[in-house]
Nanobody
Framework: QVQLVESGGGSVQAGGGLRLSCAAPGYTTSDYCMGWFRQVPGKEREGIAAIYPALGDTYYVDSVRGRFTISQDSAKNILYLQMNSLKSEDTATYYC????????WGQGTQVTVS
């Protein structure tokens, strides 16, 4: 099992932006679908964005479409999530995942929007 490493979380005021990164050592980021998820205490983990590098396709949940952008740097094996126009309801712990059936996850990075 591969441990992914997220970074870039923090505290930001509403309307601001953050860019999350996910390093995927041992993976070629074009091998599998890669996704970003988020979780608020007491609620289920929610998939918010995904990218299928081999097809060039992206997916966004309605609540983030138009504000968040998922991308990947295949040369560096890094997945990104650019988050703009952040809202208080975006406050959560954000996780990246990849691998067959999203078997591999990172430890999460906290995003707080006030």
């Amino acid at each position: 099992q591969v441990q992914l490493v997220e970074s870039g979380g923090g505290s930001v005021q509403a309307g601001g932006g953050l860019r999350l990164s996910c390093a995927a050592p041992g993976y070629t980021t074009s091998d599998y679908c890669m996704g970003w998820f988020r979780q608020v205490p007491g609620k289920e983990r929610e998939g918010i964005a995904a990218i299928y590098p081999a097809l060039g396709d992206t997916y966004y949940v309605d609540s983030v479409r138009g504000r968040f952008t998922i991308s990947q740097d295949s040369a560096k094996n890094i997945l990104y999530l650019q988050m703009n126009s952040l809202k208080s309801e975006d406050t959560a712990t954000y996780y990246c995942a990849t691998g067959p059936m999203f078997a591999d996850w990172g430890q999460g990075t906290q995003v707080t929007v006030s």
